[in-house]
Each structure stands twice: as C-alpha cells, then as structure tokens.
C-alpha cells in the first residue's frame, strides 16, 4: 500500500473508531442492528490468518537459510519475550498492590460463563502440551494457533536440511506469502466500516453510553489499575526498547492502522495480517516481520499477562484474602506462563486467568466481579499486545539480523 493511501486509511480508521463510540454511546439499538457489518469485517480478516502465519514463518526460516542461524534468532525472540511478559506482570503487582482496587468492592452476583468454568483443573503443563496438536485441521478450524506455529517451525527447519529440494517448496510459500498480503491490502479498504461497527455495536450490547458508564463507576479502580499499568508498559518499558532501535516515531505511526484495528477488534491474531504489512511498509526486515510477528502474535501477550496480575489480586482483595509474598510470586510465573497460552482472540484472558486463580486457590466465582468491563479493557490491552510485537520486530532486527548480517553471518 502506497504511503498517500496508508495515511488516508489511517486518517479514516480513526474518525471511524470515532464515530463508532459516539454512534453506540447514544443511540444503541441502531449499533446492535449494524454489529454483521464489524462480524464480517473481522471475518474477513480471520481468513487469512492461518494460510499467512503458516507461509509467513516457512518463508522466513527460508530465508535465514540455515537451521542454526534460526536456533540463535529463535532463541533470541523466545527470550525477549519472555523476559517483557514478565515485566509486565511485575508492573501489574506494584499497581495493584499500590491501588488497592478490590478494598471494600462488593461481591458479584452474576454468573461465571460456562466456557471459563470448563477450564478448571487446566495446569502450567497443558500450556506445554498445547504446543503440539495430533490435529493440524482441527487447531486451525479452532485457530489455535501455537500448535500451527511450532509445526511450520518444524517443517521449515526440515526443509533447509535437504539441500536444493527445497528451493522449489520455499518458493511456493513465498508466492503465498505476498498473495495473502496483497489480499489483506485489498480487505484494509473496508476497516473504517468494520471498525466503526465493531466498536458501536459493542457499545450498544453494554446498553449504550449511560449504562457502560455506570459499569465502569463500579468498579473504577479496577480499569483505573488496569489501564495505568498498560500506560506504564507502553511507555516506558516498550518506550525504551524502541528508542534503542534507533528508529524514528514515524514508526509509531506507521503501526497506527494495525493498533486501532486492533482497539476495534479486541484481537491480535485478526489484527496480525495488518501488523505484518505496517511493519514491513515501515521498512522492518522481512525475515523479523515473518518470523518474529506471528510468533508474537501467540506467545507475546504483555498485556493480556499483565491485566491478569492485576485482575487476581483484585479478586483476592475483593474477597478479604491477603495474598502473602509467596503466593504473589507464583501469581508472577503463573500470569507469565498462562499468557504465553492465551489465544489472540477476544476474552482469552478470562479463560487463562483460570490457571492463576487455581495455582493460589482463590475462587473462580470472582470472575464474575470483571466481566461487565472486560470488553472495554480487552481492548487496551491487545493494543500493548501489539504494540508489544512491533517493537519487537524492530528490536529483534536490530539486536540479531542487522548485527549478524554486519559480520556476514545472514
């Protein structure tokens, strides 16, 4: 996409997502007639996702060339990540820890889903055997992800194991790579409607401006913790890493697109297709943007780790129960393991806070005290999600391609 038509877009995107709060905040039946409109936008982008993430990956282990200067960049982005999902969570437990927000909240009556109760009994160990599916075709039909991931991983380092064979093979997920990229070029010209309809239609579900804001009074706190502690990482933490890349805040910029959509769609992995083309139209390596983004996308979850933190100590305090200094570790390795399994798909935190609740024995019944505003604050923290990815693009291709490539090793 041309730099003219990019910054249209995103000049359109954002009086979209404009509109759309004005249009659910004050006339709500309207925004729930127009939610199909957001649906097939976001389905339009959730097509793409599991043919682009598996071309996406072979074609960029192709392009590393051997399987062991993939291990080192592997290695590298596997530990970036790590380490920021964890310093998420460590901001959220001295923000909640700060703000006390659960003091003196009243216990909720309503119901937790049924899908979220379904989760008792998941453990640390599922995240890890969830990595591998006995089903490629089931994973992708439930997009699931990480098992699609691992196994392109997989399959890529195999090819670059047998020599001229697989010229052919890496040249075909090539063309499919740049083919789904033209098709999300193409899928970007209806953002600003799906966006306006993703983001009104929410709205209007919650009953409009009047009665979302009487959710968010109740527990204000809470999204108060939340979101300060998402502003503490977005700009500082990923601030910093960024401002070591050298790059200017026109990249920012640039990733505008993928972060508003990604506000509207309350989803990374729909958001990625458009992650991937701002990063490379920003000039980032293509072998960090085809490795290092849909990688991301699953494994690198800074916000979603970091709400979690905050969201179980909410409920421990909501319930009178002090979490001693042991229990607030296993919270930190907990949320920064249970993150890495989130899927990047809307209210996924919900579902992996589950495996925090239960690894400190605090009833899963609180989840119900989050639920009127989780929608509201998803959205804040996919933005750090992929705000987070970005910057590691960029970070990663500075700290291992540019550099190996100086010493001629890529």
């Known amino acids: 996409m041309n730099a003219r038509l990019a910054g249209y877009l995103l000049f359109a995107i954002i009086i979209a997502a404009i509109m759309g709060v004005f249009v659910g905040w004050y006339f709500a039946d309207f925004s729930n007639q127009i939610d199909w409109l957001g649906e097939l936008f976001l389905n339009a982008l959730k097509m793409t996702i599991i043919p682009l993430i598996i071309a996406s990956v072979i074609s960029g282990i192709g392009a590393l060339g051997d399987v062991r200067r993939l291990g080192k960049f592997g290695g590298l982005t596997v530990t970036y990540y790590f380490m920021t999902t964890a310093i998420a969570v460590?901001?959220?437990?001295?923000?909640?820890?700060?703000?006390?927000?659960?003091?003196?909240?009243?216990?909720?009556?309503?119901?937790?889903?049924?899908?979220?109760?379904?989760?008792?009994?998941?453990?640390?160990?599922?995240?890890?055997?969830?990595?591998?599916?006995?089903?490629?075709?089931?994973?992708?039909?439930?997009?699931?992800?990480?098992?699609?991931?691992?196994?392109?991983?997989?399959?890529?380092?195999?090819?670059?194991?047998?020599?001229?064979?697989?010229?052919?093979?890496?040249?075909?997920?090539?063309?499919?790579?740049?083919?789904?990229?033209?098709?999300?070029?193409?899928?970007?010209?209806?953002?600003?409607?799906g966006i306006f309809a993703l983001i009104a239609s929410r709205l209007g579900q919650a009953g409009g401006g009047e009665a979302f804001f009487a959710e968010i009074r109740a527990v204000g706190l809470y999204v108060v913790s939340v979101i300060a502690g998402l502003a503490i990482h977005f700009c500082l933490l990923l601030g910093l890493l960024f401002a070591m890349t050298g790059r200017s805040f026109d990249y920012l910029v640039s990733m505008g697109r993928a972060l508003?959509?990604?506000?509207?769609?309350?989803?990374?992995?729909?958001?990625?297709?458009?992650?991937?083309?701002?990063?490379?139209?920003?000039?980032?390596?293509?072998?960090?943007?085809?490795?290092?983004?849909?990688?991301?996308?699953?494994?690198?979850?800074?916000?979603?780790?970091?709400?979690?933190?905050?969201?179980?100590?909410?409920?421990?305090?909501?319930?009178?129960?002090?979490?001693?200094?042991?229990?607030?570790?296993?919270?930190?390795?907990?949320?920064?393991?249970?993150?890495?399994?989130?899927?990047?798909?809307?209210?996924?935190?919900?579902?992996?806070?589950?495996?925090?609740?239960?690894?400190?024995?605090?009833?899963?019944?609180?989840?119900?005290?989050?639920?009127?505003?989780?929608?509201?604050?998803?959205?804040?923290?996919?933005?750090?999600?992929?705000w987070g990815d970005s910057v590691g693009a960029a970070v990663l291709e500075k700290v291992a391609i540019n550099s190996q490539h100086k010493k001629g090793a890529l």
């Open 90 to 193: 460590l901001i959220g437990l001295v923000v909640v820890n700060l703000i006390q927000p659960g003091a003196g909240i009243p216990q909720s009556a309503a119901a937790t889903p049924e899908h979220i109760l379904e989760k008792q009994g998941t453990g640390v160990g599922d995240i890890f055997l969830s990595m591998i599916s006995p089903n490629l075709v089931a994973s992708a039909s439930d997009m699931q992800l990480l098992p699609l991931i691992v196994f392109a991983i997989l399959f890529a380092m195999a090819l670059t194991t047998i020599g001229d064979r697989a010229k052919a093979v890496f040249s075909f997920f090539d063309g499919v790579n740049e083919a789904m990229m033209k098709l999300v070029t193409w899928i970007m010209v209806f953002a600003p409607i």
């Open 260 to 386: 508003i959509t990604a506000f509207g769609t309350a989803s990374s992995s729909s958001t990625l297709p458009l992650t991937m083309e701002c990063a490379r139209e920003s000039g980032v390596d293509d072998r960090s943007v085809k490795f290092v983004l849909p990688l991301g996308s699953t494994v690198n979850m800074d916000g979603t780790a970091l709400y979690e933190a905050v969201a179980v100590l909410f409920i421990a305090q909501a319930y009178g129960i002090d979490l001693t200094t042991t229990q607030q570790i296993i919270v930190f390795i907990t949320a920064t393991l249970a993150a890495i399994g989130a899927a990047g798909i809307p209210e996924a935190g919900l579902v992996t806070m589950v495996i925090v609740l239960s690894a400190v024995g605090l009833p899963l019944d609180g989840i119900a005290l989050l639920l009127a505003v989780d929608w509201f604050l998803d959205r804040f923290r996919t933005v750090t999600n992929v």
